[in-house]
């Protein structure tokens, strides 16, 4: 077998471990916003923290490292087709919204009752929808390399 395809066997399995943290960490901030008493949200608080720094970190840095050693080892044959570029670019805004995840665990954290909190319930059932539509547009990019 190559090395190519071990790299993408690794890199989908990075990818789905990421995407069940992604998947799940907006769940949480939905169960987290509508707590009401102080040991709930600490519990919360320290699953979303957990989530973020041991599955949801080294899922991300896996999926991209072995997705930039993947296209670094077919560059001449990926970098003149348009759909990598655009999966690219959703995998930057997924990233963007992984680290946007980092960043209200950080609010919950300083909010030191509901009152305080960074959103909305309402806010993080919409929120939780986002990364369904990348995964959709990314995997239909990935299968059929439309451009």
């Not at 599955?55 to 001449?76: E, H, K, Q, Y």
């Not at 547009?137 to 299968?143: F, G, N, Q, R, T």
């Amino acid at each position: 077998m190559t090395l190519y395809l071990w790299l993408k066997a690794f890199h989908i399995i990075g990818f789905v471990c990421w995407f069940a943290g992604i998947f799940y960490m907006p769940r949480l901030f939905v169960y987290h916003a509508s707590s009401e008493d102080a040991v709930s949200r600490e519990r919360f608080q320290v699953m979303e923290s957990k989530l973020y720094r041991i599955i949801m970190r080294p899922s991300m840095l896996v999926t991209v490292a072995l997705g930039v050693a993947m296209f670094a080892l077919n560059f001449d044959a990926l970098s003149g087709q348009v759909w990598i570029w655009l999966k690219i670019f959703l995998i930057v805004l997924l990233i963007g919204y992984h680290h946007y995840c980092g960043a209200i665990i950080r609010k919950f954290a300083a909010a030191p009752d509901q009152a305080s909190q960074p959103h909305s319930e309402k806010f993080f059932r919409v929120f939780n929808e986002l990364p369904v539509l990348a995964l959709i547009i990314v995997v239909l990019l990935a299968v059929l390399k439309p451009f």
